[in-house]
């Protein structure tokens, strides 16, 4: 703590910056983790409950449950859409074939937004992670150098090279690159984790809109 | 499949508020900083390791003295043979100067008589006179060489003492021929002050004192025959209380000596203010 106390202006705007990093790192750590956790735990259970149902209506009646994953983002958007087009059809019988071609086309590209709004949801405050790791290093770097310009001027000023007019300001700009390190370890740590995670998350969307888009090519040929 | 009318979601996701978890973010941040404000990890009051330093020759004996001819009767008697061997040999090839018999005319006359032989009747030609007369001056030299190392070795002694007691360890003489291999070595009194001092941390007011007064305590040490501190106690203190107290922690923090003892020692050690000053 005195290393903190003890150091100069710059070094101490330095700590206080890499000290924000750190802060919104780890709320960011925390909030990613409870999101993806979620996200992953009730896509998981979404995808035991939507092949245990034949019905649409059935699954659409328990979204509720699995409201953190992004497979019920994507079902709920098809669902919708579905919905609308049997709408619109009801009143134009003589034109279903052409309907239900555009349906399909209509189904992929409510699916490609919904997949894409829900990677940039997935993704959301990860930048800062990687901004974070990439340059609180440099940052503390900054601080040390500082520091060690200001303790070599000491010297100067002194005259005196001894260890003990040298050690103190060295070591009081060291602190700098530490705190650096401790707010960017976690943060390359923990965006790398994420990024792993949405990875999968990112994949079972893709595998579940090849699915969904099956399912309704089969009710335009069964209809 | 057959669809019926969705239900509307109007917070589908219901993710963690943000700021909630900034404000843990913040909260946790804060308890670290509390807890290295505090000293919670006793990073600044952990005692420093102890540096052992293993002195294979040099080993502590109760009395490194002891079982050795006393050294300088034991010195001058050489450095005179070798003095009176180096005047002989100079001259001439004279080996044995003490052997009798064998030789008995040449070399008494060669050895004894070059200094009184020079000046008068005797028949010694320019060229004996010249040899002896460099012999004598070769001599000489050596003896002011030697000199002047006395002289250097006298003031390297001095500026030994000087130092302190860390050049005790320097100072004893070691691999004398007649030892028996485990009687040199450092006395214990000064192996276990070195080792206290070594462990004492000296504030800035009391290297201030040390410029100004002679402080200085004598303690009474018992030591078990591990190495282990039985108990101490200050029979003369210094009056300074704060040299004091930094002994008494010092005595605490030293209570394992790193090497065990011979056997139990009750050690009246000098602790000297000046000494531990100069040292750090």
């Known amino acids: ?223 | 499949m057959s669809v019926a009318p969705l239900r509307q979601f109007n917070t589908f996701h219901s993710d963690p508020k943000f700021g909630r978890l900034l404000l843990v973010s913040l909260i946790a941040h804060g308890l670290i900083w509390v807890a290295f404000s505090i000293d919670l990890f006793g990073t600044n009051t952990r005692p420093k390791p102890p540096i052992y330093y293993v002195d294979l020759i040099h080993k502590p004996v109760l009395n490194p003295q002891a079982g050795r001819p006393d050294p300088r009767p034991a010195k001058k008697p050489k450095a005179a043979t070798v003095k009176r061997t180096v005047q002989t040999a100079a001259p001439t090839v004279t080996k044995k100067p003490t052997k009798p018999a064998v030789k008995p005319l040449v070399k008494p006359a060669k050895v004894v008589k070059p200094k009184p032989v020079p000046k008068p009747t005797t028949k010694i030609d320019q060229r004996k006179e010249q040899k002896v007369q460099s012999a004598l001056d070769e001599i000489r030299e050596r003896q002011a060489r030697q000199a002047e190392r006395d002289a250097l070795k006298d003031k390297l002694a001095k500026l030994r003492d000087s130092a302190g007691a860390a050049t005790v360890a320097a100072d004893v003489p070691v691999g004398m021929p007649d030892g028996t291999g485990d009687e040199a070595g450092i006395a214990v009194v000064a192996f276990v002050q070195a080792f206290i001092q070594q462990n004492w941390a000296l504030s800035r007011y009391l290297i201030d004192q040390s410029r100004i007064a002679n402080i200085e305590a004598k303690a009474t040490l018992v030591y078990s025959a591990a190495g282990k501190l039985i108990r101490y106690r200050i029979n003369t203190p210094s009056g300074n209380q704060q040299f004091d107290d930094s002994l008494k922690k010092a005595i605490i923090k030293s209570q394992q000596l790193p090497q065990p003892l011979p056997k139990i020692l009750e050690l009246n050690v000098t602790f000297n203010l000046k000494e531990m000053a100069g040292r750090n």
């Open chain 1, 1 to 223: 703590m005195e290393l903190v106390l003890n150091a100069g202006p710059v070094v101490k705007l330095v700590l206080l910056i890499l000290v924000y990093f750190s802060v919104v790192s780890w709320a960011i750590i925390f909030y990613k983790q409870l999101v993806i956790h979620r996200a992953i735990r009730d896509s998981e259970r979404f995808l035991d409950f939507f092949w245990s149902k034949k019905r649409f209506d059935a699954i659409g009646q328990g979204l509720d449950d699995y409201r953190h994953s992004p497979l019920t983002v994507l079902f709920r958007e098809v669902y919708s859409e579905l919905a609308q087009n049997r709408r619109q059809a009801d009143g134009q019988e003589a034109d279903t074939l052409v309907a239900d071609l555009g349906e399909q086309e209509r189904v992929a590209r409510v699916l490609r937004r919904s997949t894409t709004s829900e990677g940039h949801r997935l993704e959301k405050y990860l930048s800062f992670l990687a901004t974070t790791g990439s340059a609180a290093p440099f940052i503390g770097l900054f601080g040390t150098v500082w520091g060690i310009m200001d303790a070599f001027h000491d010297i100067g000023t002194t005259g005196n090279a001894s260890l003990a007019v040298v050690a103190p300001g060295i070591s009081e700009a060291l602190v700098a690159t530490a705190i650096g390190l401790v707010a960017a370890i976690p943060a390359v740590i923990g965006y790398n984790h994420f990024i792993n995670k949405i990875n999968v998350l990112t994949g079972e969307m893709d595998n579940f809109c090849q699915e969904m888009l099956n399912i309704v090519q089969r009710m335009s040929q069964g209809r």
